[in-house]
């Protein structure tokens, strides 16, 4: 009876994984239909709305503490300054903040500010960018990040989403994104006085302070980017610093 039992269980989980990636596959090839392109055996790539889409089905970690994750990532325009690193936060966080070690965007929404750590610049082009819709979404999941990377903007999405209605608006949503992005940066830069310059009858405007705001702009991804070189260097010489008085210890109680 125990080896009954014992084939029988090895025979549902078998039947499940088959199951699984059977449905996984029929996913995929109806977003590789969506989006023009074509599915690999745990990922899609095709383009919407004329953005470049991959969506990738993977995990993180090893073993039994591994993790399933749902990518999306879409390229970014270049010559656009932007830096994002969206995600819950942490306990520490708003000492951090306080100190000036960690940098976090507010959008204005109340229920997202609470929940979500903006690392991001510029701000101005960053609040466009998260629109009270794409705010709504990111409450709507569970564990969820947004970051840029390697000139692509990334929504990472905890489990892997193996219904296409999901898988499809998750990819609207990162094609609104990256779409956003240059019109971001022109709003911005429509926002900025320019003072007429030339005389009353000849006048043009002086695009000066708009060459202006653009590099402040960019200042300011500079030094987000700084802020969490820093952080990340820090931690780095905590854990240095542990390793080495664990080694201490050890060496002593040995010793003794």
């Given at each position: 009876?125990?080896?009954?039992?014992?084939?029988?269980?090895?025979?549902?989980?078998?039947?499940?994984?088959?199951?699984?990636?059977?449905?996984?596959?029929?996913?995929?090839?109806?977003?590789?239909?969506?989006?023009?392109?074509?599915?690999?055996?745990?990922?899609?790539?095709?383009?919407?709305?004329?953005?470049?889409?991959?969506?990738?089905?993977?995990?993180?970690?090893?073993?039994?503490?591994?993790?399933?994750?749902?990518?999306?990532d879409?390229?970014?325009?270049?010559?656009?300054?932007?830096?994002?690193?969206?995600?819950?936060?942490?306990?520490?966080?708003?000492?951090?903040?306080?100190?000036?070690?960690?940098?976090?965007?507010?959008?204005?929404?109340?229920?997202?500010?609470?929940?979500?750590?903006?690392?991001?610049?510029?701000?101005?082009?960053?609040?466009?960018?998260?629109?009270?819709?794409?705010?709504?979404?990111?409450?709507?999941?569970?564990?969820v990040?947004?970051a840029?990377?390697?000139?692509?903007?990334?929504?990472?999405?905890?489990?892997?989403?193996?219904?296409?209605d999901a898988?499809?608006?998750?990819?609207?949503?990162?094609?609104?994104?990256?779409r956003?992005?240059?019109?971001a940066?022109?709003?911005a830069?429509?926002?900025?006085?320019?003072?007429i310059?030339?005389?009353?009858?000849?006048?043009?405007?002086?695009?000066?302070?708009?060459?202006?705001?653009?590099?402040?702009?960019?200042?300011?991804?500079?030094?987000?980017?700084?802020?969490?070189?820093?952080?990340?260097?820090?931690?780095?010489?905590?854990?240095?610093?542990?390793?080495?008085?664990?080694?201490?210890?050890?060496?002593?109680i040995m010793?003794?």
């Amino acid at each position: 009876m125990p080896v009954l039992i014992t084939v029988g269980l090895i025979g549902a989980v078998a039947w499940m994984a088959l199951a699984s990636r059977a449905k996984r596959k029929s996913v995929l090839a109806e977003l590789a239909g969506h989006l023009g392109g074509q599915a690999g055996s745990n990922d899609v790539r095709g383009a919407l709305d004329g953005v470049g889409v991959h969506l990738q089905l993977t995990t993180r970690g090893s073993g039994s503490s591994s993790t399933q994750w749902t990518y999306v990532d879409c390229p970014l325009p270049p010559g656009y300054p932007l830096t994002i690193h969206l995600e819950e936060h942490g306990w520490f966080d708003r000492g951090k903040i306080a100190r000036g070690d960690m940098v976090d965007v507010e959008v204005g929404e109340p229920a997202f500010d609470e929940k979500f750590r903006v690392e991001a610049a510029p701000a101005e082009v960053v609040r466009r960018l998260l629109t009270p819709e794409v705010c709504a979404y990111l409450l709507r999941l569970g564990r969820v990040e947004l970051a840029t990377l390697d000139g692509n903007v990334r929504l990472a999405i905890r489990g892997w989403l193996d219904q296409a209605d999901a898988a499809r608006e998750a990819i609207a949503i990162t094609v609104a994104i990256a779409r956003g992005v240059r019109s971001a940066h022109t709003a911005a830069d429509a926002a900025v006085a320019r003072p007429i310059v030339g005389g009353a009858y000849r006048g043009f405007a002086d695009e000066s302070p708009v060459r202006a705001a653009q590099a402040a702009r960019a200042d300011e991804v500079a030094k987000v980017e700084a802020v969490r070189r820093q952080r990340a260097a820090t931690r780095t010489l905590v854990l240095v610093m542990v390793m080495i008085g664990i080694g201490v210890l050890a060496a002593m109680i040995m010793a003794g």
